[in-house]
DNA sequence: TGTCAGCACTCTCATGGGGTGAGTGCCAGC
DNA sequence: GCTGGCACTCACCCCATGAGAGTGCTGACA
């Protein structure tokens, strides 16, 4: 069976149709809309075929057709990358992303905000990963008697602290000798390879302060090894609940979980690419709860690093050609935005 | 009209019917149902005297009763304080609370998640708020050439920081006289006193770095009057959807909301007395989006300072009973945490 | 005076059947 | 290969019907 012109004209009319209206498409309505020129019957007979191909179904004898899952699939695949996002959208964009943001996680939040909002489907921005970003110092400052705070800070400016304990018998001015020490030692390194024998060689020698390097140690071994998990902004999962498809509660509860659970979402982020915008459609999705989505995402960049992901979660009956526009389009000024800003 | 002995079993016995069934109650079943030893054409004149107090309302003629907001809070008022959460539950809250928890926010993050598991209800907890700790140190750090990072400390170990610009002409060892400067004039002051013109004071003299302390005083300013809004942890928002009077996609819609424009949430929740726990039923909340649920919620503390809120959010019909022992014994064993750990 | 059985009444909700309309598949003719 | 015609299939709306739940009222009784 040959996917010929008439085929791909069918297919795109009734997915765009589809998409419109939530409702099976018929053929007379599609002759009359579009201006397909042939009759009804011929479309029937289209249809018969694309569905034959599996990129059509319909729900009972008598009802239209709706594109499966894999018909989506040759539907975006059709698409021309680069379909601008309409002005009106592109300033809003830029206005919202362009003020004087004040933090990092401000930018992310920001964007992931514009999606949600452009879109109306939920958006989800994976904030830049700590461990893709440069290792600029550590300092260990003390708080109190036998307390300490310990915080490393990358060349991009973000930070994770954490209280340690420390030993007897350590002053503020070994802390500050330590601190350099280790600073001078490892800058420049990613914050992702800061594995434990790295650390054991930059710390080896200081074996003085042997218990604080310890608790310093585990510290860093396992929250950035594990806690580097990126930060998430979901935002706009209600708009989901308006779309036919999530009406009933269970199929609510099911995709409002998916939000809920960051992990699923970080997984299902961590699979996009570096270049251009990713779709994973319905079943494509590798993780179950997200069959009866689809996920629009692209991946930004924070400096000359890699920064995080951006994307929209909406049913597989979402409107990709905005979708993947709005996300390229936020993606880009992201990256802009982090170029010059903290 | 009085409020007697029969009228409270009564009341007490259609708020408890109809928080299990979500469906008017009617005298007949009432009748079977609790051993009152009366009829259920007694019933009915009581409960007619209910609805006449504006305690109880029916749906249309033939319908049963449910209790009316006003209903919920006379019911609410009768509940014996003290009742204990089922062993179960406790011994499951002392498991998950218990842990070696690593950091601050994983203990509030976790209280939120058993909160949410255990009532089956949406949960928020507040964070412990910055502006009631303890000002320990501030922290300028040098960050490559003319940036710097700027670190407050409370003494119970929380920070906050952010970049800051540095003007020229600064060394490390100017940043690091600073810091101790400030950190010694201020130490012991709680976050939210630090109003601008303490800040003048104590930094007044160092004025060589003028433009630098006028960096970190507008950031102390802006962020810790504005950004120190407390961190919420929200949970099992889906399991509304669960709720009867949320089938509706608009009411979901509309309660989805909520749970995500947190500001809402802290507002509510920063109504909270510091003592013992608050109930907030339907129409008494002061938030319009809020009138269609109750809150149930708790003050904990933070070792010797306020820490945060805990609390639930569910239909007015909420088990009560059960959300006010889970909501008292989460904030009770989170204070306990919070006692003994960072 | 409070309680209760009896009764008429009201209203919701589930059920089922008929009609309508949208859409299909197939076929014969151009 | 396209098209008009036609029979057929369902989903869905509408409406009538009846069952069931629950109420309010009344009059009798302790």
């Not at 996002?85 to 830029?94: K, T, V, Y």
């Not at 692209?298 to 690093?305: K, P, R, V, W």
Request: with cysteine; proline share 5%.
């Amino acid at each position: 069976m040959q996917f010929d012109a008439r085929k791909r004209t069918v297919l795109r009319a009734v997915v765009e149709e589809h998409i419109r209206s939530a409702e099976p498409v018929g053929s007379e309505h599609l002759a009359v809309r579009e201006h397909l020129r042939v009759s009804p019957a011929t479309i029937r007979s289209t249809m018969a075929g694309l569905e034959e191909m599996g990129l059509l179904t319909h729900p009972h004898t008598s009802a239209g057709r709706i594109p499966t899952d894999q018909g989506y699939r040759v539907y975006v695949d059709m698409l021309v990358e680069g379909e601008p996002l309409p002005a009106a959208d592109r300033q809003e964009i830029r206005r919202r992303l362009g003020g004087t943001l004040e933090e990092r996680a401000e930018v992310t939040d920001q964007a992931a905000r514009i999606l949600a909002s452009l879109t109306q489907y939920a958006s989800v921005v994976a904030a830049p990963g700590f461990q893709h970003q440069t290792f600029q110092s550590l300092h260990v400052v003390p708080l109190g008697e036998r307390r300490a705070l310990a915080v490393i800070a990358t060349s991009s400016g973000a930070l994770q602290g954490r209280p340690i304990d420390l030993p007897e018998g350590i002053t503020a001015e070994d802390l500050d000798a330590l601190s350099r020490a280790i600073s001078q030692r490892l800058q420049g390194c990613r914050v992702g390879e800061l594995t434990y024998q790295r650390l054991e060689q930059a710390m080896g020698e200081a074996s003085r302060h042997h218990r604080l390097l310890e608790a310093v140690k585990a510290w860093l071994r396992r929250d950035l090894a594990r806690g580097a998990r990126p930060r998430l902004h979901i935002e706009g999962a209600r708009h989901l609940l308006r779309e036919p498809e999530f009406r009933q509660p269970e199929a609510a509860t099911r995709v409002l979980e998916v939000f809920e659970e960051e992990s699923i979402l970080a997984e299902a982020l961590a699979a996009a690419p570096v270049e251009g915008v990713w779709i994973s459609i319905g079943a494509e999705n590798r993780l179950a709860e997200l069959r009866s989505c689809s996920l629009v995402a692209a991946t930004y960049s924070a400096g000359d690093e890699i920064g995080g992901t951006v994307g929209i979660v909406g049913p597989t009956r979402m409107r990709y050609r905005h979708a993947v526009a709005a996300v390229r389009y936020v993606a880009d000024r992201l990256s802009d935005a982090l170029r010059t800003s903290p």
